[in-house]
T-cell receptor, first 112, second 112 residues
């Protein structure tokens, strides 16, 4: 069966520090991969999505970036965090030519 | 860009009553409409979905209706229970893409 792993679960980082969040999917190949951010009490904002290795689409301008070095690995990064980067970051995957997302367990990031 | 409006933002019902959440979407060519439930601090989880070739789908106490002409779809929960308390998100699959556009969420409280 397919599973999605996301880590770390929680993270407290100072302003100006770098960020790296990782997401991996098991049990499938060629998944579509997504990064979402959810501010406290708010909706789900799509940040990036990827349909293949090295293929990244950015949905909103920001100081975050994403990379997909392997088929089932999706990384969210920042060189210098801002206070406004705080939130709940969710990775998700879907099967090509199919429907529905499955979300990872999320990373709660607090920038202090 | 494509968007979906979700109402109400908060909803309180007495245990045993019904709850209805409504969404209006912009992409007339969209053909897939999922609903997600997010409990506090947890990941969103798919609870029911509907495709554009049907007008209604039921799964025990949960049902979703779709009106493609009006670009409306709704979630209906009958005989609500305290464990139904959560934030519910509607979404639609943007036509021609692998992206899902989410509503802003409805916080449902079921009062015992």
């Amino acid at each position: 069966s397919q599973t999605i792993h996301q880590w770390p679960a929680t993270l407290v980082q100072p302003v100006g520090s770098p960020l790296s969040l990782e997401c991996t999917v098991e049990g499938t190949s060629n998944p579509n991969l997504y990064w979402y951010r959810q501010a406290a009490g708010r909706g789900l904002q799509l940040l990036f999505y990827s349909v293949g290795i090295g293929q990244i689409s950015s949905e909103v301008p920001q100081n975050l970036s994403a990379s997909r070095p392997q088929d089932r690995q999706f990384i969210l990064s920042s060189k210098k965090l801002l206070l406004s980067d705080s939130g709940f970051y969710l990775c998700a995957w879907s099967v090509r030519q199919s429907y529905g997302y499955t979300f990872g367990s999320g990373t709660r990031l607090t920038v202090v | 860009g494509e968007n979906v409006e979700q109402h109400p933002s908060t909803l309180s019902v007495q245990e045993g009553d019904s709850a209805v959440i409504k969404c209006t979407y912009s992409d007339s060519a969209s053909n897939y409409f999922p609903w997600y439930k997010q409990e506090l601090g947890k990941r969103p989880q798919l609870i029911i979905d509907i495709r554009s070739n049907v007008g209604e789908k039921k799964d025990q106490r949960i049902a979703v209706t779709l009106n493609k002409t009006a670009k409306h779809f709704s979630l209906h929960i009958t005989e609500t229970q305290p464990e139904d308390s959560a934030v519910y998100f509607c979404a639609f699959k943007q036509s021609g893409t692998y992206k899902y556009i989410f509503g802003t969420g409805t916080r449902l409280k079921v009062l015992a």
